[in-house]
């Protein structure tokens, strides 16, 4: 069952400012992507491909130029107000930095809780908390929940954050980079935890990501984006191993691997 689709979507910005004040940037040109239920898709492309651009224009951070985004059948595109709100609860992203998405001011515990709070979440709160954190595979969670992001590792800021967004019930997670600034033994724990989290919940994925070795651990499909065109897609396997496209093939010569495939 399809739960998220573009159809013919562009993105073009107005440059105010540099060697090409007035001009427009097309960021992204006829994409057309769709995601599964319970699918994890891979959104492949060196930086300034577009990837991080059709994030934020599938939660409608940024209004496409042309085109529509279709989630479960339904026209968002042109969501205002409350059906916004309510979908960008179902469409939730996770960020590329994990140092950067928690309030150093506050516990592990007070994150989580606000979007509980704020969803009207009625029950034992502090018992939702333990089961989130049991869940990201913080545990015991009592330990946790009184921690500062400063007393936590890179990889267990990021699974707080992942904590904090599966406390609103999202259908979809979009994660742009999600490991590419931890260690390398750390970013393996993190993919696992992704996968976990679409077989245990039911929720469909996009990892957005320049690496092909991590996005061959995870996904069923991959789409490669090329100056804001997806040049590319399909089977991740077949891509990986027999690309078509000149720039697919390019990225993956490129690319050192110091993965092994999580089975």
Known sequence: MMILKT???SKSFNVRSGIIKGGIINALNNVNIELNEREIIGIVGASGSGKSTLAKVLVLLYRPTAGKIFYMDDDVTGYHGKRLKMYRRKIQMVFQDPYASLDPNHTVAWHIERPLK???????????????????????SDYFMDKFPHQLSGGQRQRVYLA???????????????????????RIGILNLLKEIRDNLGISIIYITHDLNTVSMITERIYVMHNGFIVEHGATDRIISNPYDSYTK????????PYRRIE
């Open 7 to 9: 159809e013919n979507v």
């Open 118 to 140: 704020i969803t009207g979440y009625n029950r034992n709160i502090h018992e939702r908390i333990g089961e989130l954190l049991d869940m990201v595979t913080l545990s015991p």
């Open 164 to 186: 904090r967004v599966l406390a609103l019930e999202p259908q979809v997670l979009i994660a742009d980079e999600p490991v590419s600034m931890l260690d390398i033994s750390v």
């Open 250 to 257: 390019r990225l993956i010569e490129a690319a050192p691997n």
